[in-house]
T-cell receptor
Framework: EPEVTQTPSHQVTQMGQEVILRCVPI?????FYWYRQILGQKVEFLVS????????KSEIFDDQFSVERPDGSNFTLKIRSTKLEDSAMYFC???????????FGSGTQLSVL | GENVEQHPSTLSVQEGDSAVIKCTYS??????FPWYKQELGKRPQLIID?????GEKKDQRIAVTLNKTAKHFSLHITETQPEDSAVYFC???????????FGRGTSLIVHP
């Protein structure tokens, strides 16, 4: 079965640094998402992306965050100036019709020191 | 926006017992209710889902029920096994939003 892939699996960064988390959604999917999960807490929605633009975003997704689909396969999440509270597992997800089963990647564990 | 409440936060059962996890939602327009299982250190994976035009759905030992009037839905696992141990998340989403809102998760522990 096709899978969403994410790189890196772990990222350690210093507070104030920029990070880019990378995702390759399933190839025929049209809707892309970023979620995050702080240790022991629920999965929180950050942003959705469709037709090369953001379709929805949460309050968490402030101007420190951005997403991009630089080519036909990658989908990236950039955090411009990381804060300690950005430490979390970041999951990319995709699906082909929105409003349907989400296929999650294996996540990137971001640690901000 | 949608708000999903999930109970209990932890559930401990003996192997072979049944487990029930309950969720409520706030937006009456929500019409898709998936359940995800997340094993320790792994990605969430869909185990079952239900749409608002159906009251119950079953897949082997797993079943989900939906009460639209009361705005709650439940996951039922029968004959639990140790490999059912995981965190289970319910979610709700409405057409037009495309964004599932997740509950806080239930940590299910099945003791052999």
């Amino acid at each position: 079965e096709p899978e969403v892939t994410q790189t890196p699996s772990h990222q350690v960064t210093q507070m104030g640094q920029e990070v880019i988390l990378r995702c390759v959604p399933i190839s025929n999917h049209l809707y892309f998402y970023w979620y995050r999960q702080i240790l022991g807490q629920k999965v929180e929605f950050l942003v959705s992306f469709y037709n090369n633009e953001i379709s929805e975003k949460s309050e968490i997704f402030d101007d420190q965050f951005s997403v991009e689909r630089p080519d036909g396969s990658n989908f990236t999440l950039k955090i411009r100036s990381t804060k300690l509270e950005d430490s979390a597992m970041y999951f990319c997800a995709s699906n082909d019709r929105g409003y349907e089963k989400l296929f999650f990647g294996s996540g990137t564990q971001l640690s901000v020191l | 926006g949608e708000n999903v409440e999930q109970h209990p936060s932890t559930l401990s059962v003996q192997e072979g017992d049944s487990a029930v996890i309950k969720c409520t939602y706030s937006d009456s327009a929500s019409n898709y209710f998936p359940w995800y299982k997340q094993e320790l250190g792994k990605r969430p994976q869909l185990i079952i889902d239900i749409r608002s035009n159906v009251g119950e759905k079953k897949d082997q030992r797993i079943a989900v029920t939906l009460n639209k009037t009361a705005k709650h839905f439940s996951l039922h696992i029968t004959e639990t096994q140790p490999e059912d141990s995981a965190v289970y998340f319910c979610a709700a989403s409405a057409r037009g939003s495309y964004i599932p809102t997740f509950g806080r998760g239930t940590s299910l522990i099945v003791h052999p």
